[in-house]
């Protein structure tokens, strides 16, 4: 490996440690083994704060098979978020029991361009409608016009996604 290579990836090793030695004493971003999960919990976290919700990110995710709970209404969210440097367009598996589901779509400018936010019974109503699996894995798609996040649910974008400074 030459040195500059060598040196780029150790320097993306460091902010890497740095960033999970600051997360894992932060209420908010511990937890989750993946830092893009534990970001897209934050970004969920702050909206559902913003709509007065009072979530708490879930200390057992592996285990509770949903990454938040709601203070308010007992309610527990499941998170996924998917970056520009997602080329094939899905993530996880969508699965577990929770209540309702947050869908993220990060940008190249690493802003948060799209937010869905569905119940996990239409969720699953618009699944069956589709004739497709009710535990799929994440995908871009999903928050399109045709998705099933506009079909079944709502998806935040534009100016009614910017109010909530998200990302």
Known sequence: MNNQRKQL?????KA???FLEEANKDDVLHGNDNIVGR?????????LEQLGKKPEVVRNQSKAGYDIICLSDNSKISVKM??????????SQ????WHELIGIELGEDLKVIKLGLITRKNF???LTKRNQRLAPNFSRAML???GVFAKAGKIY???ELAKYNLL
Request: hydrophobic share 30%; net charge negative; with cysteine.
């Open 9 to 13: 990836c150790l320097n993306y090793l």
């Open 157 to 159: 974008i534009g100016e």
């Open 82 to 91: 998917i970056t520009s440097e997602n080329k094939s367009g899905s993530t």
């Open 39 to 47: 970001i897209g919990e934050a970004i969920a976290h702050s909206f």
């Open 144 to 146: 399109k016009e045709t």
């Open 16 to 18: 890497r440690k740095a």
């Open 124 to 126: 699953e109503l618009e």
């Open 94 to 97: 969508i699965k577990h029991e």
